[in-house]
C-alpha cells in the first residue's frame, strides 16, 4: 500500500447526552492509503457515521491521533478545521437532496460550490463532472426531473466540484435499488480510478466487496476485521477474498460471533501456543467453576 493519507490511533470519540456518556469510537486504528478506495461496514450503532463525521471534519474526536494528509485533526482550531473540510473533504449522503438544490439544474448544482468559492469558468467543470458520471445528456435538467439514482450521481459530481483529495460516502446506495446501487459504485469508480481522489463509503451493502479492494468492519467502535480482494489467485488458495481479523494498539482481538456461537465461548479461552499460531481453546462456565 502506498504511504498513509488517513491515519487514525486509538479514536476515541464520546458523545454526552443530558449526563449519560456514549462511546461512539473506542480507540479505533486505520489507515487509508492515497488513492484507496475503502469500503466501512457495521452494525448500526458502531461507529461509521461517527467516524466520517471526524474525518470530515464535521466533528471533533475525543481523544487519540486523527491525521488525513498534512492535517492533525486534533489540534486544529475552529477556523483551520473549517477550511480543512471546504478544502479538502466531498460528501456524499444517503438522501442525495441533502447537497443538492431541487429547482436548479443538474449544471447549475455542480457549479454552485465552485461558484461559492470565488471561482470562474465553472461551467466547464460542471459539465466534465456530469459526464463523468454519465449524466451529460441530462444536465439541464432540474433535480426533481431526475430519478433517485441520478440525483446521487448529481451529489457525486457536486461533492467533487472543489477538487477534494477525500471523498466520504456514507450509505450512498441506501436508498436505491440494487440495480441503481450497482450503478453509483461504477461511477464510484470510475472516478476514484480516474481522479485519484481516496474514497470512504460506508454501506450496508454486503456485496461492497465485490466492488473495492479492501472491506474494513467496525464493531464497538473498533475496527473488527478486514477483507482484501486477492491480487492474483494461487493454485492452492481459491476464492477472490482474504479475511483478516483486526488487533487494537493494545492487542485486544474480536472472536467473530459464528465461531463464539459454533464453539460456545462465552466469558473464557484458553491460549496454546503451537508451532505456527496460537490455538484459541474454548472454557465453558461450568468446568471454570468445577476447578476453581
Ligand atoms: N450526535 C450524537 N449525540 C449523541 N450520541 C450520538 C451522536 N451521534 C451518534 N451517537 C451515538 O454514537 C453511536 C454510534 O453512532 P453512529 O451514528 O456513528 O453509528 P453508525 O454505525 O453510523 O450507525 P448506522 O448504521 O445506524 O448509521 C450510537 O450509539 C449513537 O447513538
Ligand atoms: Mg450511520
Not at 474494513?216 to 492474483?232: M, P, Q, W, Y
Request: charged fraction near 25%; proline fraction near 3%; include cysteine.
Amino acid at each position: 500500500m502506498s504511504e498513509s493519507f488517513i491515519r487514525c490511533e486509538s479514536l476515541v470519540k464520546i458523545y454526552k447526552l443530558s449526563g449519560v456518556e456514549v462511546q461512539a469510537l473506542q480507540g479505533l486504528d486505520l489507515s487509508v492509503g492515497q488513492g484507496e478506495m475503502l469500503g466501512i461496514v457495521g452494525a448500526s450503532g458502531s461507529g461509521k457515521s461517527t467516524l466520517m463525521n471526524i474525518l470530515g471534519g464535521l466533528d471533533r474526536p475525543t481523544a487519540g491521533n486523527a491525521h488525513v494528509g498534512q492535517y492533525n485533526l486534533l489540534k486544529l482550531s475552529d477556523r483551520a478545521l473549517t477550511h480543512y473540510r471546504r478544502s479538502m473533504v466531498g460528501f456524499v449522503w444517503q438522501q442525495a437532496a441533502r447537497n443538492l438544490v431541487p429547482y436548479l439544474t443538474a449544471v447549475e448544482n455542480v457549479e454552485m460550490p465552485m461558484m461559492l468559492a470565488g471561482r470562474r469558468k465553472t461551467g466547464e467543470r460542471a459539465r466534465q463532472l456530469l459526464e463523468m458520471v454519465g449524466l451529460a445528456d441530462r444536465r439541464h435538467h432540474r433535480l426533481d426531473q431526475l430519478s433517485g439514482g441520478e440525483q446521487q450521481r448529481v451529489a457525486i459530481a457536486v461533492a467533487l466540484a472543489d477538487e477534494p483529495e477525500l471523498l466520504l460516502a456514507d450509505e450512498p446506495t441506501g436508498e436505491l435499488d440494487n440495480a441503481t446501487a450497482q450503478t453509483i459504485f461504477d461511477v464510484l469508480r470510475t472516478i476514484n480510478t480516474s481522479l485519484g481522489v481516496t474514497m470512504l463509503i460506508v454501506t450496508h451493502d454486503p456485496a461492497i466487496a465485490q466492488q473495492v479492494n479492501r472491506v474494513v468492519s467496525v464493531r464497538d467502535g473498533k475496527l473488527a476485521a478486514e477483507t482484501i480482494r486477492r491480487a492474483v489467485e494461487t493454485e492452492d488458495e481459491t476464492g477472490t477474498h482474504v479475511s483478516y481479523q483486526m488487533l487494537d494498539s493494545a492487542g485486544r482481538m474480536q472472536i467473530p460471533k459464528e465461531y463464539r456461537e459454533h464453539f460456545q465461548i462465552k466469558h473464557r479461552v484458553i491460549l496454546e501456543p503451537q508451532e505456527d499460531g496460537i490455538l484459541i481453546k474454548p472454557v465453558s462456565d461450568e468446568s471454570y467453576e468445577q476447578r476453581h
